[in-house]
């Protein structure tokens, strides 16, 4: 993942996943029973209810499909795990406590806001 190309949405435009796309031939079976994909799915699902509300969608659309995944699911997956890691950053500063931890993000959070509406004010 570190490698990997960020996209700029969760997931792709008018991307057409239906279950005849699962795993047929016994090749492909056994290659998606190594992948995590459940795993993954967790890890998704606990990142939308906890602070990523703008990826339920694609969510929704890849948890269809994990009784009988194959490669066109699992590179969804993959996507949507590169969107929640290119937008997940750690603070520059260390904060003695997790309320001071609150005020650094929320200053950072109001000077986008002000950089954001200056340059909407400019257009």
Known sequence: MDNSKRGHIPMQERLDLN????ASTLKEVKRIQNVPYASAMGSIMYAIRC??????????????????PNEPYWT??????KW?????????????????????????????VVCIRKFISGL
Do not use: H
């Open 84 to 112: 929640v890691d290119w937008k997940s950053s750690k603070q520059s500063t260390t904060a003695m406590s997790a309320t001071e931890a609150e005020y650094i993000a929320a200053s950072k959070a109001a000077m986008e």
């Open 76 to 81: 969804t997956m993959n996507n949507i795990l």
């Open 19 to 22: 279950k005849t796309q699962g």
């Open 51 to 68: 602070t990523r509300p703008d990826v339920v969608f694609a969510q929704n659309i890849t948890s269809r499909f994990q009784q009988n």
